[in-house]
């Protein structure tokens, strides 16, 4: 069974960083692609950042310069650092991997206060 967890969310002041992680069950060689999602309560799911197999990424226009997506194949790792965090990032992050199917993460709290 394929699993994704993420981890490093939390209550995060206006301007502060963090670092999320999803850890894949299976090697991330296996994925063509993963993503970061985000959904803040009431809100549509949103796509905040991606990496193909290519290394290629994309990031959503609200957070260009602000986040990071990246990966480290040995620990089978994604992760999305986050700088400069404001209000409006609150959400749940869910990581999502793509093979032949979607695989979604539980998601890690991201709340930033004032």
């Known amino acids: 069974q394929v699993q994704l967890v993420e981890s490093g969310g939390g209550l995060v002041q206006a301007g502060g960083s963090l670092r999320l992680s999803c850890a894949a069950s299976?090697?991330?060689?296996?994925?063509?692609?993963m993503a970061w999602y985000r959904q803040a309560p009431g809100k549509q799911r949103e796509l905040v950042a991606t990496?193909?197999?290519?290394?290629?990424?994309n990031y959503a226009d609200s957070v260009k310069g602000r986040f990071t997506i990246s990966r480290d194949n040995a620990k089978n790792t994604v992760y999305l650092q986050m700088n400069s965090l404001k209000p409006e990032d609150t959400a749940v992050y869910y990581c999502?991997?793509?093979?032949?199917?979607?695989?979604w993460g539980q998601g890690t709290q991201v709340t930033v206060s004032l």
């Open positions: 990496i193909t197999s290519g290394d290629g990424t």
């Open positions: 299976i090697s991330i060689f296996s994925f063509n692609a």
């Open positions: 999502r991997g793509t093979t032949t199917r979607l695989y």
